[in-house]
C-alpha cells in the first residue's frame, strides 16, 4: 500500500499516496463541515465561504491566487457538498510547496472584504437561478428536501437567495471559525510526492487551525413523501427515491451491485426495459446517493407527457421482478464495472486524493483497493436479492417537474412498494 497518515499535535490529518510514475501531484484541504452542518437560517453559508476565500487573502488579491497558480501550469478548485467542503489544486511536483502555501492561505487567510462579499452574493444568486432554470438538476434538490424533510441534510447545498442576501460578513466568519478545525480537517495528496516534505509544510502551514474536536452532527431520519412542480416544460423529470443505506453500512456494497445492474448502464434493466424495448425515456439511470449515517437509492428518467403515464409502474414492476430472476451473469456484469471504476480511477491523481481524502474522513482510515475489490466480489446473488428486498420496500419519495399531471398518484406507487 502507498499511502502514508500522519496526525499533527493539533489534530490535523495529513495523508500521501505516492506514485512515482506521474510528474503532478493533486492536493488539498478536505473539510467535514458542509451544508447538513448549517442552521435553517444560514443556509447556503458553507457554499458562500467557499466563494469567498478566492477573493483574497491578507497576502494575496484575488487576481493575484488565480495568476500565480495559473504561473506553474496548475489549477486551484474547491467545492461544497452536504457533508465537506474542499479545497483542491493540480500541479507540477516541483511547485508542491506553491500549491499548499495558496491552499492554506485562501483556507485560513480569506479576508471576506464586504465589498467582494456583496458582489459574489449576486454571483451565487445567479447561481442559484441557473439550477432553477435547469429542471433536471433542481429536481434532485427537491427529492432530498422531500425525503429529509425540515432536516439540514434536506436543504439546498445552495441555500436560497434570501437567506444568501441576508448573510453577513461576522456570520461567514464565524462560521469558519466554528467549523474550520483541525480535527475537521484532512489534508490529502496523490502523485509524486514526499510524505515527510509535505507533513512539515503542512504542519507549519496549518499550525494556526485550533484543535477544537469537531461538532457532532444531528442524525439523518428519512421520511419521505411526494413533491411535484407543474411548469411548461417539453418533457417530466421524476426522481425516484427510496431509503437507502449509508456509506458505512455492510450492505453498502451489494446496493452499489444492486444499482449498477439496475440501472447503472447500457446493459442494465431499466435501460434496456424503458429505453431500449419500450423508447419510454431517452435518459433513464438509478444511483446512491449516501452519506455517512443515511442514504437514498435512486432513479431518474426524464420522458414526455404522452409516456410518463407508464413510466412508474414499469420502474416498480421491474423492482418486483429482479428479486425472481436475477442471474448470475447480471450479478458478475455489476462487479466487473465496479471494479473497472475503482482500478481505471487509480490512474488519476486527483481521484486518489479524493478517495483518501473521504475514506479518511468516512472511515478514520485508507482503505486498500485489494479490500474494496475484495468486498465488492464477496457480493453474490444473494446478497444483491437481500439488499433490493430491503431497498425497495417502505416509503418512496417522488419529486417531478414539469407537466406532472398524468405522473402516476402518489399513494398508487406508494403501495407498490408496500
Excluded at 501531484?25 to 467535514?32: C, F, H, I, T
Excluded at 469567498?52 to 495568476?67: P, Q
Excluded at 402518489?410 to 403501495?415: H, Q, R, Y
Amino acid at each position: 500500500m502507498t499511502v502514508r497518515v500522519t496526525q499533527l499535535d493539533n489534530g490535523m490529518r495529513v495523508a500521501t499516496d505516492a506514485m512515482a510514475t506521474v510528474e503532478t501531484v493533486s492536493l488539498g484541504a478536505w473539510v467535514e463541515t458542509g451544508a447538513r452542518d448549517e442552521a435553517p437560517e444560514i443556509n447556503g453559508i458553507s457554499h458562500l465561504l467557499e466563494h469567498m476565500v478566492f477573493k483574497g487573502t491578507e497576502r494575496r488579491s484575488a487576481r493575484a491566487i488565480a495568476e500565480e497558480i495559473e504561473a506553474v501550469g496548475g489549477h486551484l478548485n474547491a467545492y461544497t457538498s452536504r457533508e465537506n467542503t474542499a479545497y483542491y489544486a493540480k500541479v507540477l511536483k516541483d511547485d508542491i510547496g506553491l500549491a499548499v502555501d495558496l491552499v492554506s492561505d485562501i483556507v485560513l487567510n480569506a479576508t471576506m472584504d464586504p465589498v467582494e462579499l456583496e458582489r459574489e452574493k449576486s454571483v451565487i444568486c445567479q447561481e442559484i437561478h441557473q439550477a432553477h432554470d435547469t429542471p433536471d438538476d433542481i429536481v434532485f434538490d427537491s427529492l432530498q428536501e422531500t425525503a429529509y424533510p425540515e432536516q439540514a441534510i434536506g436543504r439546498p447545498v445552495l441555500g436560497t437567495e434570501q437567506i444568501v442576501r441576508g448573510l453577513a460578513r461576522d456570520d461567514i466568519a464565524n462560521y469558519r471559525t466554528t467549523g474550520y478545525t483541525a480535527p475537521a480537517v484532512v489534508f490529502c495528496a496523490a502523485g509524486r510526492v514526499d510524505h515527510d516534505v509535505l507533513v512539515d509544510l503542512i504542519a507549519d502551514a496549518f499550525d494556526a487551525l485550533p484543535a477544537t474536536p469537531r461538532s457532532v452532527r444531528t442524525p439523518a431520519t428519512y421520511k419521505g413523501g411526494d413533491h411535484r412542480t407543474e411548469r411548461d416544460l417539453e418533457q417530466v423529470h421524476i426522481v425516484l427515491g427510496l431509503e437507502g443505506v449509508g456509506y458505512k453500512e455492510d450492505a453498502f456494497y451489494a446496493a452499489s451491485v444492486l444499482s449498477t445492474l439496475f440501472g447503472g448502464g447500457m446493459s442494465s434493466r431499466l435501460f434496456q426495459e424503458i429505453r431500449e424495448e419500450r423508447g419510454l425515456a431517452y435518459s433513464i439511470y438509478s444511483f446512491l446517493s449516501c452519506c455517512e449515517d443515511s442514504g437514498m437509492f435512486g432513479i431518474y428518467a426524464g420522458t414526455g407527457t404522452d409516456e410518463v403515464g407508464e413510466l412508474l409502474p414499469i420502474i416498480a414492476g421491474e423492482a418486483e421482478k429482479l428479486i425472481g430472476t436475477l442471474s448470475e451473469d447480471e450479478t458478475a456484469r455489476a462487479r466487473a464495472q465496479l471494479k473497472a471504476n475503482i482500478l481505471m480511477a487509480r490512474e488519476s491523481t486527483s481521484a486518489r486524493a479524493e478517495q483518501l481524502a473521504r475514506h479518511l474522513m468516512l472511515f478514520d482510515r485508507p482503505l486498500d483497493v485489494a479490500e474494496l475489490v475484495e468486498k465488492i466480489d464477496a457480493v453474490d446473488d444473494a446478497a444483491v436479492k437481500a439488499v433490493a428486498e430491503r431497498l425497495f420496500k417502505g416509503t418512496p419519495t417522488l419529486a417531478a417537474i414539469g407537466p406532472v399531471s398524468n405522473v402516476e398518484a402518489f399513494d398508487t406507487l406508494a403501495a407498490r412498494f408496500a
